[in-house]
């Protein structure tokens, strides 16, 4: 199994990202995919999430400027980020979880910044 984000980057307060995540070696469509950040020196926390059956859950910190969507069909999940804050600068990692089964990628880099 492989998970790989893109689409990190610098960004201007208020701007916009879309992050990608490409999954393969899984049945794509039973997994849970989640997003995760870690900032320096915080702990990962939780971001978005879409569950198999196209559930949509957010931390408060997100909620209105953060959509997460999935395409079964291309074994993606994406994260729409809009009205960036510098608080939102970390690594974003995608999450793929069900059963006993969960995996990780590498993360890419957001930092929103003037």
């Known amino acids: 199994v492989q998970l790989v984000e893109s689409g990190g980057a610098l960004v201007q307060p208020g701007g916009s990202l879309r992050l990608s995540c490409a999954a393969s070696?899984?049945?794509?469509?039973?997994?849970?995919m989640r997003w995760y950040r870690q900032a320096p020196g915080k702990q990962r926390e939780f971001v978005a999430a879409?569950?198999?059956?196209?559930?949509?859950h957010y931390a408060d910190s997100v909620k209105g400027r953060f959509a997460v969507s999935r395409e079964n069909a291309n074994n993606m999940v994406f994260l729409q980020m809009n009205s960036l804050k510098p608080e939102d600068t970390a690594v974003y990692y995608c999450n793929a979880a069900w059963s006993k089964y969960d995996y990780w990628g590498r993360g890419t880099q957001v930092t929103v910044s003037s």
């Open positions: 070696g899984m049945v794509f469509s039973i997994y849970d």
């Open positions: 879409i569950t198999s059956g196209i559930s949509r």
